[in-house]
């Protein structure tokens, strides 16, 4: 009962709040980052439309992403192998905060500032009835210590290295982005865009010694009739590789997005996103390369102002080196079209 008072309650605001404006662009995917516990304090690149503010326009957006990883490689499953890989296993809470200003037609600069935290988390028991509920595979999670936090393993060059005395809350490192779009078709032509980022080496403990990353990416849209929105993007990221805290990152990655965007409503958009990125990490043994989720979304704008982003995550094709289960929301606030905020791309 009470899911179906949400989602008519959703249904209502879609269709009774103000119709947009004309010349809005339609809302596009929600920057979602990874939040894998070893990728929660590196950058990478989200999903993003081409859409940049308009010239002396804000928009400013907060949001909160609770990711699970669970994920390892040992010879029997449970608390006591004798041979363990590597253990990942705990959740990630990324709390941020993103402003952006116009500076020019097609040109606009953004800044976000996280604050992370990981441990052990609450969302096993659910997790575990999403897996009971559509059959899907649980990875032998009912064999260890529920809501535990433990990243621990071994390293290709036979040491070790454990983050478990490493769990706590601290600020992320600070990005600033540029977004120039480069064709602009409106609501009926295709649009592409440059974006870039900068990773400044700002986070505490225990999220610090990721240094200084970088990351440029090509994106675009392109309109699929009436109602529908084709978004695809690629790009690379370079960051210092470390070692951080025992683990050694690759020290460039290449990231790549496809999302499909549906008008369901006059204020709804639905988004079915997949996003694929190359190794992560150089030297945990038997750690798998590919990292390759998918990001099932909505976005309600709740206001003429205002707008509810809402979605999950799920991994695409193997747990052992994404995000296995993780919830999102945001919200973005765009006062006014004159000396105030824009549209939020």
């Known amino acids: 009962m009470k899911r179906l008072v949400f989602l008519l309650g959703l249904a209502i605001a879609a269709f009774s709040v103000p119709p947009i404006l004309a010349e809005d662009p339609p809302p596009g995917p929600p920057e979602i980052r990874d939040g894998h516990l070893l990728a929660q304090p590196r950058l990478t690149l989200p999903a993003v439309g081409p859409w940049t503010t308009p010239p002396g326009g804000w928009c400013v957006n907060v949001s909160a992403l609770e990711a699970n990883s669970f994920s390892w490689v040992q010879d029997v499953p449970g608390e006591t192998p004798s041979d363990r890989r590597f253990l990942i296993d705990g959740e990630a809470l990324v709390l941020d905060a993103t402003v952006r200003r116009g500076l020019g037609k097609d040109l606009d600069v953004g800044l976000r500032v996280p604050l992370l935290w990981r441990g052990g988390g609450f969302l096993d028991p659910f997790i575990d009835w999403w897996h009971r509920t559509f059959s899907l595979p649980n990875g032998n999670r009912p064999d260890f210590l529920r809501n535990a936090f433990r990243v621990e393993g071994r390293t290709t060059s036979g040491g070790s290295f454990s983050w478990n005395d490493e769990a706590g809350t601290g600020l992320g490192n600070v990005e600033a982005d540029a977004r120039w779009r480069i064709a602009d078709g409106g609501r009926n032509g295709t649009s592409v865009a440059l974006v870039g980022r900068v990773s400044l080496p ?129 919200l973005g606030l765009r006062p006014g079209r004159r000396g105030g905020l824009q549209s939020a791309p």
């Open 202 to 330: 700002t986070a505490t403990r225990p999220f610090d010694g990721n240094g200084f990353g970088g990351g440029g990416q090509l994106v675009l849209r392109s309109p699929l009739g009436r109602s529908f929105g084709l978004y695809g993007g690629a790009g690379f990221t370079v960051q210092e590789p470390g070692p951080v805290r025992g683990v050694l990152y690759t020290p460039a990655r290449v990231h790549g997005f496809l999302a499909l965007e549906w008008r369901a409503a006059r204020r709804l958009s639905l988004v079915a996103e997949t996003d694929a990125a190359s190794r992560l990490v150089d030297d945990i043994d038997s750690y798998p390369g590919l990292h390759w989720i998918i990001n099932v979304t909505g976005r309600l704008d709740v206001g003429a102002r205002t707008r509810l982003d809402f979605g999950f995550t799920e991994n695409f094709k193997s747990q052992l080196s994404t995000t296995d289960f993780a919830l999102y929301l945001g």
